[in-house]
């Protein structure tokens, strides 16, 4: 593994069934982060993680959770999935914490809710 | 509010310049970036400015002023793989980054 990656690259939903989006990265990077983008928005912050155990909420949390069990992966659960959650997903890590650091981010998931 | 503009989209000519722009409206600030997207893919790091000025590296420049509220990136001697979208986003007093929509550049031959 080199960076980040994501799985699944891609999926279809389901509208109410529950999905976990996966997130590792190699780099030992203390700070990760999950984003959403849509056409026409800029990215939005979803949840982060300083480090290895903290989650905060971003701009839109709603729908979404995460967990930080250890420094390498940082999964993003849909509990009940809605189609406003199509969207595609960025996973991005960051050596520190704080906006001013800069960020790496993993391939993307692209989900299409039904 | 808090807010990052761009346009949304520009064309330019293969070996061409062309500069993007963007204005920021941020509670306080700590810098700014400037990452590219090709489509599909995700967003990689271009540059970071947080002191007035001009930073150049190679045929990418990017220019801020904190005064006006204002950067640019200027992309040179454009190339066909150029054509991608440029996301601007600022650090605010929190040390939270504020995105732009991205501008997508659109180089032809």
């Known amino acids: 593994i080199a960076g980040i990656t994501q799985a699944p690259t891609s999926q279809i939903l389901a509208a109410g069934r529950r999905m976990t989006l996966r997130c590792t990265q190699d780099?030992?990077?203390?700070?990760m982060y999950w984003y959403r983008q849509d056409l026409g928005l800029g990215l939005r912050l979803i949840h982060y993680?300083?480090?290895?155990?903290?989650?905060g909420k971003g701009e839109v949390p709603d729908g979404y959770s995460v967990s930080r069990a250890n420094t390498d992966d940082f999964p993003l659960t849909l509990a009940s999935a809605v189609p406003s959650q199509t969207s595609v997903y960025f996973c991005?890590?960051?050596?520190?914490?704080?906006?001013?650091?800069?960020?790496?981010f993993g391939p993307g998931t692209r989900l299409l809710v039904l | 509010g808090q807010n990052i503009d761009q346009p949304t989209e520009m064309t330019a000519t293969e070996g061409a310049i062309v500069q993007i722009n963007c204005t920021y409206q941020?509670?306080?600030?700590?810098?700014l970036f400037w990452y590219q997207q090709h489509a599909g893919e995700a967003p990689t790091f271009l540059s970071y400015?947080?002191l007035d000025g001009l930073e150049e590296k190679g045929r990418f420049s990017s220019f801020l002023s904190r005064s006006k509220g204002y950067s640019y990136l200027l992309l040179k001697e454009l190339q066909m793989k150029d054509s991608a979208s440029y996301l601007c986003?600022?650090?605010?007093?929190?040390?939270?980054?504020?995105w732009g929509a991205g501008t997508k550049l659109i180089i032809k031959p």
């Open positions: 400015n947080v």
């Open positions: 991005a890590s960051s050596e520190r914490t704080g906006g001013q650091e800069t960020q790496y």
């Open positions: 993680s300083n480090t290895a155990g903290t989650t």
């Open positions: 780099m030992r990077h203390n700070a």
């Open positions: 941020t509670s306080g600030f700590n810098g």
């Open positions: 986003a600022g650090v605010d007093s929190n040390y939270q980054l504020i």
